[in-house]
């Protein structure tokens, strides 16, 4: 599936939660979904710091695709984590740097993107997209 | 505690929400409940009609001005000044200097202060559980001097250490800075002791009041603080706007902090002469609608009474701890004995953030993260609290939606 495939697949899955409540409960499954992080990828290097949570970021190539794994220390940024993996990890490093990541600001959560909520995802985001370029820059060499 | 002569009429907290038009909307469907009073007040429609109408009818630069506005506006930001000065009972009007607010006063004292009576070799007395604005500034400068910060050390339910403070002044001690109340837990600090110990070994204090101002009186005579700082915005005035109270013999013994009009006496390319408090410390056009909001405040705070107000403030304290502390799991960060209406909480190993974040869904507004205090996380070896800090205009109903609201998190994150 392509990246905006799973991004219509995540917008029509939230779909169905008019509650904000029932949105965030969604977002804790997620959270408590998310396959969990090799324990030795969870170092101060792969930290990525937030003011008020953490999360942690690690990117390999599997072949051509390059893969993501994720935590956080607050399970709804955890949630939030695991929503990005899954539309990021597994795709060419080309595609993930120009993804363009509406599905966020579509299901009405881009306020923990917002770089004064200092939860960490922002700075996610950015840092995956950057590995997308640099493994593309890689590939080209 | 009412005093016989008080005219102050019964505390009504419904008849004062009235003054309070921003309370009444519904955030995401939800009745808004605000519980970030620690980090801003509301403003009373009092407070908002003042600054309106200064725009409206009197606006002009102030103090140099010889026409009819500059002296109606000069003289409507000077009696904001004389209104802090009775507030605080200080003994002259001259010792308030306005500033944009409690950091700006205390990086006012580290510049001035600092640059002039601070060598290698010295130190400066803080606390464990100061606001990083009153830690940073005092960094800076000890840095650039070579001087040393020292930390009085807290126990585990958020209290000084006196006698550990004792230890720390010495000779070489050159000034104390500590809170009148915990931003981040509530307490009161026994300042009027800390100043005594050490005024007898003459060392200056500095008291950051910025959590106190808007909950309990202040009388600067009484107790005898050489520099204190607040901030209007949390005692329900404008922002931007504060104030640095500091005893005539320092602020006369200190250099001014920046340089620019109001601040001079004369101006020559060879020689400038400063001009005399307050307007020494007072360098460029001032928040002239924030003095004068902050007076209005101030006449808004006495009117109800500040006895009435932490009265009303103590009783929803109690209220949410008990109520809180009911919950399985809860434990509160911060048990002094003496504490202001601030309760810092965790429940159980829940994220601060993810608490915080349903709360807000459900309409509260409460504060997560480390509060500027990350020396006092640390020390509790925490990352961050959710602290709900009340006022004048909260109550026990508000209290009661947000326990339900706690317990309704808590089934969603476990």
């Keep these: 599936m392509t990246i905006a495939a799973i991004q219509e697949e995540i917008i029509d899955e939230f779909s169905l939660f008019d509650d904000w409540l029932d949105k965030y409960e969604h977002i804790i499954e997620i959270g408590k979904e998310l396959e969990p992080m090799d324990a030795g990828f969870q170092t101060e290097d792969n930290l990525v710091k937030g003011c008020q949570s953490q999360v ?86 | 505690m009412i005093t016989e002569q008080s005219s102050i009429a019964p505390f009504d907290v419904l008849e004062i929400r009235k003054d309070f038009p921003i309370l009444e909307q519904e955030v995401y469907g939800k009745p808004l409940v605000y519980f970030d009073n ?12 003042a600054i309106s109408n200064y725009y409206l009818t009197t606006h002009s630069n102030i103090h140099r001005g010889v026409h009819f506005l500059s002296q109606k506006a000069t003289q409507a930001y000077e009696d904001g000044r004389e ?20 950091t700006d006063a205390i990086n006012l004292v580290a ?46 339910a958020g209290e000084l250490l006196m006698e550990e403070y004792k230890k720390l002044l010495n000779a070489k ?30 060392i200056p204090v500095l008291i950051d009041g910025a959590q106190a101002a808007p909950h309990m009186q202040l009388d600067m005579q009484e107790l005898d603080c050489d520099f204190y700082a607040l ?6 005035g404008p922002t931007g706007v504060g104030i640095l109270y500091g005893k005539e013999k320092w602020l006369e013994a200190i250099p001014p902090y920046q340089g620019g009009g109001e601040m001079i006496k004369t101006v020559t390319f060879e020689k400038t ?79 601060p953030y993810d608490t915080g974040t349903l709360l807000d869904k459900m309409g509260f507004a409460l504060r ?21 800090s009340f006022a004048v205009y909260n109550t026990k109903g508000e209290i009661d939606s947000m326990i339900k609201a706690v317990e309704r998190a808590k089934a969603m994150l476990s």
């Design chain 2, 231 to 236: 901030s209007s915005h949390k005692m329900y």
């Design chain 2, 111 to 156: 510049h001035s202060f600092g640059r002039s009576h601070l060598n290698a070799g010295d130190e400066v007395v803080i606390s464990t559980m100061e606001h990083h604005s009153n830690i940073v500034p005092w960094q800076m400068i000890c840095e650039e001097k070579g001087a040393k910060l020292r930390v009085i050390p807290i126990n585990d």
């Design chain 2, 273 to 351: 002469t400063y001009n005399e408090l307050p307007h020494k410390f007072e360098a460029g056009t001032p928040n002239i609608a924030g003095g004068i909001g902050l007076g209005a405040a101030i006449d808004y705070l006495n009117n109800i009474g500040l006895e009435n107000i932490a009265a009303h403030e103590h009783e929803l304290l109690t209220y949410a701890t008990e109520k809180l502390l009911a919950i399985e799991g809860i434990r509160i960060i911060g048990t002094a004995q003496e504490k202001a209406s601030v309760v810092s909480f965790l429940q159980g190993d829940t994220h």
């Design chain 1, 56 to 141: 942690w970021l690690h990117a390999a190539m599997e072949g051509e695709q390059l893969v993501f794994q994720a935590n956080s220390d607050a399970i709804i940024t955890k949630g939030l984590v695991a929503l990005m993996v899954r539309v990021l990890s597994g795709h060419r490093p080309e595609e993930i740097a120009q993804a363009d990541m509406a599905f966020i600001e579509a299901i009405g959560l881009h306020e923990h993107l917002s770089p004064t909520r200092s939860n960490g995802l922002a700075s996610m985001v950015k840092k995956m997209k950057m590995f997308g370029l640099a493994y593309q820059a890689k590939q080209m060499k």
């Design chain 2, 38 to 49: 620690a980090a801003s007040s509301q403003k009373p429609i009092q407070v908002i009609d």
């Design chain 2, 83 to 102: 209104k802090m000065r009775a507030f605080i009972n200080a003994e002259k009007t001259h010792e308030i200097i306005f500033t944009k607010g409690t």
């Design chain 2, 173 to 202: 001690t050159k000034l104390v800075a500590v809170n009148h109340v915990s931003n981040a837990l509530g307490t009161i600090n026994p300042v009027k002791e800390i100043i005594a110990l050490a005024h007898s070994h003459d």
């Design chain 2, 368 to 388: 997560t993260g480390h509060h500027c205090t990350e020396p006092l996380m640390n020390r509790f070896g925490i990352s961050g609290t959710l602290r709900a």
